[in-house]
Nanobody, 120 residues
């Protein structure tokens, strides 16, 4: 089971960007899916979460600007980021809490990260 993130890039402040993350492998279901970010010299922090049923939670610093969504049939999760600020710059990682395969439950699966750079 792997997660592959994509969609990062260099944008100007105020712009929008959508990140995508696809899980691959023999997957029966995925519990919570999350987006984290890590700015240079900073610790990784949780940005947004979405449960299998679609319940979402957001960090205060992105509320009203970012939206997380998922497609359970395709095993994907997306993060739409609006009104981007230079402080949003960092490497964004998708993460899945539990991934159920045929006979195995994989825990704490991480994607490889995608760079988002917001210029002022």
């Amino acid at each position: 089971v792997q997660l592959q993130a994509s969609g990062g890039g260099l944008v100007q402040a105020g712009a929008s960007l959508t990140l995508s993350c696809a899980a691959s492998g023999r997957i029966l279901s995925i519990d919570d899916m999350n987006w984290y970010r890590q700015a240079p010299g900073q610790q990784r922090e949780l940005v947004a979460s979405i449960s299998r049923g679609g319940t979402t939670t957001y960090a205060e610093f992105v509320k009203g600007r970012f939206a997380i969504s998922r497609d359970n049939a395709k095993n994907t999760v997306s993060l739409t980021m609006n009104s981007l600020k230079p402080d949003d710059t960092g490497v964004y990682y998708c993460q899945a809490d539990k991934v159920r395969s045929d006979r195995i439950i994989y825990s704490n699966i991480w994607g490889q990260g995608t760079q988002v750079t917001v210029s002022s």
